[in-house]
């Protein structure tokens, strides 16, 4: 069975400092991945998503950034967050037969 | 381009009553449609989802919705609702890119609070 794994699942940052977040995938090939940003009170935003390795498509133009080093990991990265860089971070990944996503766990990020 | 409108941001209801949570979208194009609970602190889970067929799809815990295309609704419904049924509750929907790649455009979510 497939499986999403996220870390760290919490992370409290200064403001300025660099963000990584990692997700994985586990149990499937060549998935569609996505970040999504949850704001507290709000709805899921669209950040990033991937349907290859290398290949990245952005949403919303921000100060963050999106990876795919390999086929089933995504990183999420900032080199300088914003007080509203916080909020609640999901990935989750889709194979695109059914449309159906699949979220990991998510990382609440703080920044101070 | 699609969008999903959750007209009620909370929603009490006591223990073993009815509940619907209200879900509108708009679209010019063929739609997926998706509702997806959220515990805290947690990711979000699949309830259920509309792809084609019959218009009333049962999901998970319980639930249910119906596709209603003229309205464009897709209101989920529980007949005798649960403590453990507190929760937040996306509506969403899918339309496919360009990349054939598909991706889900999400309501802002309503909180359901069960009243003991």
């Known amino acids: 069975s497939q499986t999403i794994h996220q870390w760290p699942a919490t992370l409290v940052q200064p403001v300025g400092s660099p963000l990584s977040l990692e997700c994985t995938v586990e149990?499937?090939?060549?998935?569609?991945l996505y970040w999504y940003r949850q704001a507290a009170g709000r709805g899921l935003q669209l950040l990033f998503y991937?349907?290859?390795?290398?290949?990245i498509s952005s949403e919303v133009p921000q100060n963050l950034s999106a990876s795919r080093p390999q086929d089933r990991q995504f990183i999420l990265s900032s080199k300088k967050l914003l007080l509203s860089d916080s909020g609640f971070y999901l990935c989750?990944?889709?194979?695109?037969?059914?449309?159906?996503?699949?979220f990991g766990p998510g990382t609440r990020l703080t920044v101070t | 381009a699609q969008s999903v409108t959750q007209l009620d941001s909370q929603v009490p209801v006591f223990e073993e009553a009815p509940v619907e949570l209200r879900c509108n979208y708009s679209?010019?194009?063929?739609?997926?449609l998706f509702w997806y609970v959220q515990y805290p602190n947690q990711g979000l889970q699949l309830l259920l989802k509309?792809?084609?067929?019959?218009?009333l799809v049962k999901g998970i815990n319980g639930f249910e919705a119906e596709f209603n295309k003229s309205q464009t609704s897709f209101h989920l419904r529980k007949p005798s609702v649960h403590i453990s049924d507190t929760a937040e509750y996306f509506c969403?929907?899918?339309?496919?890119?360009?990349?054939?790649?598909?991706?889900?455009?999400f309501g802002t979510g309503t909180r359901l609070t069960i009243i003991p």
């Open positions: 989750a990944w889709g194979e695109g037969a059914d449309y159906e996503q699949y």
């Open positions: 149990g499937t090939s060549n998935p569609n």
């Open positions: 991937s349907v290859g390795i290398g290949q």
């Open positions: 679209s010019s194009v063929s739609v997926y």
């Open positions: 509309y792809l084609s067929g019959s218009t």
């Open positions: 969403a929907v899918s339309t496919p890119s360009n990349f054939g790649n598909e991706k889900l455009t």
